[in-house]
């Protein structure tokens, strides 16, 4: 069981995004051009301004309003914030990686994992190990790609469980957890995705990180 203290430090304020939430209101053509957002690759922890920028960098593009085909590849980065207040820079950061089939047939559409995460907690630097994986929850839990029709236009969002145990040395980010991504597709072709999380214990104690997350099509 995950401590109340990991998840009572982690977490913060916004539920996973809805369905609803993630499809988005935007009708104007989808933008063309290459999406920004780094993601850390080799795997060095931003700091929160870093992820801001990487995360605007999707922001800018507007809702993919057609439909999306086929099957990509998207990475980027989960942010788990540590406090409430805005001026507490203490921060979580993992490395997302998701395998996305757009194919309606496919009941269960997204693979990936979410890990490396380090940061700082309670103004320390931390490395957590462990990996989160849609491989290790449930069939119960979702995963799935929704599409709405709005006249011409067709918004995508996704939602996907990922499980796993995390450890760090001093105990504090320690436990099984379950994360919970909710996002939409920006930008021509789906080229970019930008959402929020949701993270829990084993004990089902729902906690928000108040984070987002982004990813980008390679």
């Known amino acids: 069981m995950i401590s109340s203290s990991l998840f009572k430090t982690l977490i913060a304020g916004t539920a996973v995004l809805s369905l609803a939430g993630c499809l988005g209101s935007s009708t104007s053509g989808g933008d063309t051009g290459t999406g920004g957002g780094t993601g850390t690759g080799g795997g060095t922890a931003p700091t929160p301004s870093a992820f801001k920028t990487a995360f605007d960098k999707v922001d800018i593009y507007n809702a993919t309003n057609t439909l999306i085909t086929a099957q990509a590849d998207y990475a980027g980065q989960v942010e788990l914030r540590m406090s409430e207040d805005a001026s507490n820079l203490d921060a979580v950061f993992g490395d997302a990686n998701m395998t996305i089939d757009f194919d309606p047939a496919n009941s269960r559409p997204i693979s990936g994992t979410v890990g490396n995460f380090a940061g700082k907690v309670e103004g320390k630097d931390v490395t957590i190990v462990g990996t989160l994986s849609t491989a290790n929850a449930p069939t119960s839990e979702p995963n799935l790609v929704k599409t709405l029709e709005s ?68």
């Open 151 to 218: 006249g011409q236009y067709t918004f995508t969002s996704m939602v996907a469980s990922l499980q796993g145990e995390l450890t760090d040395p001093d105990g504090k980010l320690s436990g099984q957890a379950d994360m919970n991504l909710g996002g939409s597709f920006f930008n021509s072709g789906g080229k970019e995705l930008l959402g929020s999380n949701r993270i829990e214990g084993s004990n089902g104690e729902t906690f928000s990180s108040g984070g987002g997350f982004y990813a980008n099509r390679e």
